[in-house]
């Protein structure tokens, strides 16, 4: 049970609303996470809002974005978000065997990019200080600038969403577990 209460669209101020709509339809299944984020309508504005955003400009490959999601959850350990963005990993062509096993030393279907975004991720999330110069190197070689800034503000947005979501109690949405359960039945047949 979330530690406050849910709060759903008509409860929000008119401005809000389409930003709460629009997020908990067509960004995915995140109603959960909007009814608590709706407390605050800056917030539901502003970063909600973010999210939907970047998702239009898509300057960011789905795959890498999805990479960097589902490695930060885990380091994390956050059942919310690698339940919700596992399935999307796997959307990109990868298997539910590599989103499971994403921080190991070989990660099945992972090329070299895959692999580079990877370990980007988890140093911004465990070592931000610590990024020597090759790192960045071997991402211009990759990404353009804005490709690169985009992979560090989602790299460290999603920390903050496993954050919230856990100290606020946020629980998972019907049905996300099962889609999770089915998809990865389905990749094994």
Excluded: W
Excluded at 86 to 101: K, T
Excluded at 155 to 181: H, K, P, Q, W, Y
């Amino acid at each position: 049970m979330p530690r406050v209460r849910e709060i759903e669209i008509d409860e929000v101020p008119a401005d809000a609303q389409p930003v709460y709509q629009r997020f908990a339809t067509e960004y995915g299944p995140f109603l959960n996470q909007v009814k608590i984020f709706a407390h605050r309508p800056p917030a539901l504005r502003h970063i909600m809002g973010l999210l939907l955003e970047l998702a239009d400009e898509a300057v960011l490959d789905k795959r890498y974005l999805e990479i960097v999601l589902v490695v930060v959850s885990k380091l994390n350990e956050c059942d919310y978000c690698v339940a919700h963005h596992a399935p999307r990993l796997m959307d990109q062509g990868l298997s539910a065997e590599a989103a499971e096993n994403i921080l190991a030393g070989q990660v099945p279907g992972f090329d070299e990019v895959d692999m580079l975004v990877r370990d980007y991720a988890v140093q911004v999330t465990q070592t931000p200080g610590r990024i020597r110069d090759a790192m960045h190197e071997r991402l211009h070689r990759h990404f353009s600038e804005e490709q690169i800034v985009e992979l560090t503000l989602r790299t460290a947005l999603c920390g903050f969403f496993n954050r919230f979501n856990d100290a606020m109690g946020i629980e998972m949405e019907d049905g996300v577990e099962a889609e999770m359960t089915a998809r990865t039945a389905a990749m094994g047949d």
